[in-house]
């Protein structure tokens, strides 16, 4: 009796033997296999260019120079830190490394090479074996080269340069893209942005290269064709982040101008959070008043936003119909009023959240999508570049109901980081002008101080008159200013 429990004891234990290798051989192959990283190949170093090499080609030399620096730091922070860390070889390795080469095998016998060898014809020539070298055959003579003419020179030298920038960017560290940037008069310029900037670098990059002023209202803006849509990029925003997501053969662009729309929320504040509460009150603000509604606004414990509500056109899935409902906007999303409801919180329904979503002016959606009126804005995620049921379109009545319904979903998005963006725009703005005026007033000393007077023919002393014509931001020239007569 005792012989069959142990018996069965031995089955039970074997069983759950068994039984837990199966358990195991099922968890190994449901583990996920991990992701594939993609080949540098295929990482798109360039936007708005053909290939990269055309990219690079595009840069100034003083931005190459740089660009080619940036990348050289970058790779020898690498290899620096790589080398700082211990090295763990096997043992294998080690003895590899370590053990002497081996020797070649000794000749039996005491005949030598040059006896196991046959004798050859007089004019006959060895015939080379596997195991001894080829000699290389003698150098070509030299052929005097012409000296290459200064252009040549540089041209060939920002050829090395992108060659090595070509290498350089697939070992480097950080990402880098080169863009290019379409400006108001149809030219263009290319800029070297890496992962770490964001649109205010970008925009102080431009102003260097533009010379021009600058005025808050400057900004990215990005232009989706295919969709018809566009955008000013934040001042905070991660430029790499938004461009990455475009596809290859988009035609998507990001253009460098003036936008009223950016910042005035900020300038007249009144005119976004009173304009429910009476016309009169809402038309002039000094600027004490302008300032206690901003600190009231962005600077409490939370951001207010803005109480934007009507009636909107919404344009149905998959059809060009649209329908009119009565929507709210809300910090945490846009609500509207389903039918037979009223506008009291419990009623409303969710129409969209922004936590994945950004706003865009839809652009001649009454033609495109045969939308009520021409006042349109659209919601959608950044990663979707192709005509989708998840892109919502609205229409406004007019273009004030539109600027304050995108405006107040950017307040309701971003919050207190859109009046961070504001001051800081302000006061690079404000430094501009500073340093512009204290050049214009060496300049124009300078010139008075180099000035010398002319003697004329009749004995009289006539003065250099100099007028500075040098633009400064901010500031213009009347029309009426007097003119001055020299006799």
Same mark, same amino acid.
């Given at each position: 009796m005792e012989e069959a429990c142990e018996d069965i004891d031995q089955m039970f234990s074997d069983l759950l033997g068994e039984m837990d290798l199966l358990t195991q051989s099922l968890e190994v192959e449901a583990m996920p296999t991990p992701p594939q990283k993609l080949p540098d190949a295929e990482f798109n170093f360039a936007v708005g260019f053909k290939d990269l090499n055309e990219s690079l080609n595009a840069l100034e030399d003083t931005d190459l120079d740089t660009l080619m620096a940036d990348l050289i730091a970058d790779i020898s922070e690498v290899e620096k830190t790589t080398f700082q860390e211990p090295k763990d070889s096997s043992y294998y390795e080690q003895a590899a490394m370590t053990q002497p080469p081996a020797k070649p095998t000794p000749i039996c016998g005491n005949q030598s090479i040059l006896n196991n060898t046959t004798p050859l014809a007089k004019n006959e020539l060895p015939v080379p074996s596997a195991e001894t070298p080829l000699l290389p055959p003698p150098p070509a003579p030299a052929i005097p080269l012409e000296p290459l003419t200064q252009e040549e020179q540089e041209v060939e030298a920002k050829a090395v340069k992108i060659k090595l920038a070509l290498e350089k960017l697939k070992e480097a560290k950080v990402k880098k893209l080169v863009v290019k940037v379409h400006m108001n008069d149809n030219s263009t310029k290319s800029l070297m942005v890496? $992962?770490? #900037?964001?649109?205010?670098?970008?925009?102080?990059?431009?102003?260097?290269?533009?010379?021009?002023?600058?005025?808050?209202?400057?900004?990215?803006?990005?232009?989706?064709?295919?969709?018809?849509?566009?955008? &000013? &990029?934040?001042?905070?925003?991660?430029?790499?982040?938004?461009?990455?997501?475009?596809?290859?053969?988009?035609?998507?662009?990001?253009? &460098?101008? $003036?936008?009223?729309?950016?910042?005035a929320v900020f300038k007249n504040p009144q005119n976004f959070y009173l304009s429910n509460k009476g016309k009169n009150e809402s038309k002039e603000m000094n600027e004490k008043s302008k300032e206690a509604l901003l600190e009231e606004s962005f600077c409490g414990t939370s951001v207010i936003v803005?109480?934007?509500?009507? =009636?909107?056109? @919404?344009?149905?899935?998959?059809?060009?119909?649209?329908?009119?409902?009565?929507?709210?906007?809300?910090?945490? %999303?846009?609500?509207?009023?389903?039918?037979?409801?009223?506008?009291?919180?419990?009623? @409303?329904?969710? &129409?969209?959240?922004?936590?994945?979503?950004?706003?865009?002016?839809?652009? #001649?959606?009454?033609?495109?999508?045969?939308?009520?009126?021409?006042?349109?804005?659209?919601?959608?995620?950044?990663?979707?570049?192709?005509?989708?049921?998840?892109?919502?379109?609205?229409?406004?009545?007019?273009?004030?109901?539109?600027?304050?319904?995108?405006?107040?979903?950017?307040?309701?998005?971003?919050?207190?980081?859109?009046?961070?963006?504001?001051?800081?725009?302000?006061?690079? =703005?404000? @430094?501009?002008?500073?340093?512009?005026?204290?050049?214009?007033?060496?300049?124009?000393?300078? %010139?008075g101080s180099s000035s010398k007077g002319s003697t004329h023919a009749n004995g009289q002393i006539l003065q250099n008159v100099t007028l500075n014509t040098a633009n400064t931001a901010g500031t213009e020239r009347s029309a009426d200013m007097p003119k001055v007569q020299v006799n």
């Amino acid at each position: 009796m005792e012989e069959a429990c142990e018996d069965i004891d031995q089955m039970f234990s074997d069983l759950l033997g068994e039984m837990d290798l199966l358990t195991q051989s099922l968890e190994v192959e449901a583990m996920p296999t991990p992701p594939q990283k993609l080949p540098d190949a295929e990482f798109n170093f360039a936007v708005g260019f053909k290939d990269l090499n055309e990219s690079l080609n595009a840069l100034e030399d003083t931005d190459l120079d740089t660009l080619m620096a940036d990348l050289i730091a970058d790779i020898s922070e690498v290899e620096k830190t790589t080398f700082q860390e211990p090295k763990d070889s096997s043992y294998y390795e080690q003895a590899a490394m370590t053990q002497p080469p081996a020797k070649p095998t000794p000749i039996c016998g005491n005949q030598s090479i040059l006896n196991n060898t046959t004798p050859l014809a007089k004019n006959e020539l060895p015939v080379p074996s596997a195991e001894t070298p080829l000699l290389p055959p003698p150098p070509a003579p030299a052929i005097p080269l012409e000296p290459l003419t200064q252009e040549e020179q540089e041209v060939e030298a920002k050829a090395v340069k992108i060659k090595l920038a070509l290498e350089k960017l697939k070992e480097a560290k950080v990402k880098k893209l080169v863009v290019k940037v379409h400006m108001n008069d149809n030219s263009t310029k290319s800029l070297m942005v890496d $992962e770490r #900037q964001v649109a205010r670098d970008v925009l102080d990059n431009l102003f260097e290269k533009t010379h021009c002023d600058c005025n808050i209202n400057w900004c990215l803006y990005e232009i989706y064709p295919e969709l018809q849509i566009e955008r &000013f &990029f934040e001042d905070h925003e991660n430029v790499i982040e938004v461009l990455s997501v475009w596809t290859r053969d988009t035609e998507n662009k990001m253009l &460098f101008l $003036e936008k009223d729309e950016k910042y005035a929320v900020f300038k007249n504040p009144q005119n976004f959070y009173l304009s429910n509460k009476g016309k009169n009150e809402s038309k002039e603000m000094n600027e004490k008043s302008k300032e206690a509604l901003l600190e009231e606004s962005f600077c409490g414990t939370s951001v207010i936003v803005p109480e934007v509500e009507g =009636a909107l056109y @919404l344009k149905e899935d998959g059809k060009k119909s649209w329908k009119r409902r009565y929507f709210l906007l809300r910090a945490s %999303g846009i609500y509207y009023v389903p039918k037979g409801k009223t506008k009291t919180s419990r009623d @409303l329904a969710c &129409f969209i959240q922004f936590e994945n979503v950004n706003v865009y002016y839809g652009i #001649q959606y009454k033609m495109k999508y045969k939308s009520p009126t021409d006042y349109c804005f659209v919601l959608k995620h950044p990663q979707i570049q192709k005509e989708s049921q998840y892109i919502k379109y609205l229409c406004c009545d007019d273009k004030q109901t539109l600027h304050h319904w995108v405006t107040g979903i950017r307040i309701a998005k971003y919050g207190k980081a859109l009046y961070d963006n504001y001051i800081g725009a302000v006061q690079k =703005a404000e @430094l501009a002008s500073h340093l512009a005026k204290s050049r214009n007033t060496k300049s124009i000393a300078s %010139g008075g101080s180099s000035s010398k007077g002319s003697t004329h023919a009749n004995g009289q002393i006539l003065q250099n008159v100099t007028l500075n014509t040098a633009n400064t931001a901010g500031t213009e020239r009347s029309a009426d200013m007097p003119k001055v007569q020299v006799n």
